[in-house]
């Protein structure tokens, strides 16, 4: 659940969205490296099997959980999913988290439903023959994450979970916010907002009065930000680890 991908100084935890895997990450490993020891993290019920209850609470237990191996305290980067854990792991365990970079999420989501997304779900053509089949079909950029995510059997690529299991984390989301946990966290923290973002309209910006939060509007970006934009992303992270100068960074 917990990979190693190397470096040296700093811990550096990637958390990916929803229906990601730690290989997203993967087009971003390098550079990040050069700024610390970096770590990239299977969420439950992606790949592996779920929490009993789908609350965050229990997805950031499991996260806790397999993080006893690092000792000192985390820059943790989360993009959608990964950026509420991230946040609410920061929560928890004040303690264990250094620092925090958080793409395209925010608190409140009240009033929203996945029922007609988890139905869109649904009737993807399942088994995608093809990496060429997933690209034409989710296009270049979100094909790329699911190309990443989704497993490859003999008779094509499926999803790497199930379709109720994805729907139930994001209907929680639609059923409380998280105000409380981002307002109680007092480390350094970095905000990516998509210019085509999923957030509702103003809430990052509403993050970022928290003292010691910068927040980045990226033009152009959509939901994915890291891999739409990602010159843009990595000049915004890097200026952010590079201006808080950190503990335990290289050097």
Same mark, same amino acid.
């Given at each position: 659940?917990?990979?190693?991908?190397?470096?040296?100084?700093?811990?550096?935890?990637?958390?990916?969205?929803?229906?990601?895997?730690?290989?997203?990450?993967?087009?971003?490993?390098?550079?990040?490296?050069?700024?610390?020891?970096?770590?990239?993290?299977?969420?439950?019920?992606?790949?592996?099997?779920?929490?009993?209850?789908?609350?965050?609470?229990?997805?950031?237990?499991?996260?806790?959980?397999?993080?006893?191996?690092?000792?000192?305290?985390?820059?943790?980067?989360?993009?959608?999913?990964?950026?509420?854990?991230?946040?609410?792991?920061?929560?928890?365990?004040?303690? /264990? &988290?250094? *620092? $925090?970079? !958080? =793409?395209?999420?925010?608190?409140?989501?009240?009033?929203?439903?996945?029922?007609?997304? #988890? +139905?869109?779900?649904?009737?993807?053509?399942?088994?995608?023959?093809?990496?060429?089949?997933?690209?034409?079909?989710?296009?270049?950029?979100?094909?790329?994450?699911?190309?990443?995510?989704?497993?490859?059997?003999?008779?094509?690529?499926?999803?790497?979970?199930?379709?109720?299991?994805?729907?139930?984390?994001?209907?929680?989301?639609?059923?409380?916010?998280?105000?409380?946990?981002?307002?109680?966290? /007092? &480390?350094? *923290? $970095?905000? !990516? =907002?998509?210019?085509?973002?999923?957030?509702?309209?103003?809430?990052?910006?509403?993050? #970022? +009065?928290?003292?010691?939060?910068?927040?980045?509007?990226?033009?152009?970006?959509?939901?994915?930000?890291?891999?739409?934009?990602?010159?843009?992303?990595?000049?915004?992270?890097?200026?952010?680890?590079?201006?808080?100068?950190?503990?335990?960074?290289?050097?």
């Amino acid at each position: 659940m917990l990979h190693d991908e190397g470096g040296t100084g700093r811990p550096i935890l990637l958390l990916h969205g929803l229906m990601g895997s730690a290989r997203t990450w993967r087009r971003h490993v390098a550079w990040l490296r050069e700024h610390g020891h970096v770590y990239t993290f299977d969420a439950a019920g992606h790949g592996r099997p779920a929490p009993r209850e789908l609350t965050t609470e229990a997805f950031v237990a499991d996260l806790a959980m397999h993080l006893h191996e690092i000792i000192e305290p985390l820059v943790v980067i989360g993009h959608s999913m990964g950026a509420l854990h991230a946040w609410c792991l920061a929560a928890a365990h004040p303690q /264990r &988290v250094a *620092a $925090l970079v !958080l =793409e395209d999420m925010a608190p409140d989501f009240r009033g929203r439903t996945a029922a007609n997304w #988890a +139905t869109m779900i649904a009737q993807w053509p399942q088994p995608f023959p093809s990496e060429a089949a997933v690209l034409d079909y989710f296009g270049p950029v979100a094909g790329r994450y699911f190309l990443d995510s989704f497993v490859r059997r003999d008779d094509g690529w499926h999803l790497h979970g199930d379709v109720a299991t994805f729907r139930d984390i994001s209907e929680e989301w639609g059923s409380r916010h998280f105000w409380e946990e981002w307002n109680s966290i /007092r &480390v350094p *923290a $970095l905000l !990516l =907002e998509g210019e085509f973002t999923i957030t509702p309209e103003g809430q990052m910006r509403q993050m #970022a +009065t928290r003292p010691g939060t910068d927040h980045v509007l990226v033009e152009g970006a959509g939901h994915l930000v890291h891999d739409d934009r990602p010159a843009e992303y990595r000049a915004a992270v890097e200026c952010f680890l590079t201006a808080h100068a950190l503990p335990g960074g290289p050097g």
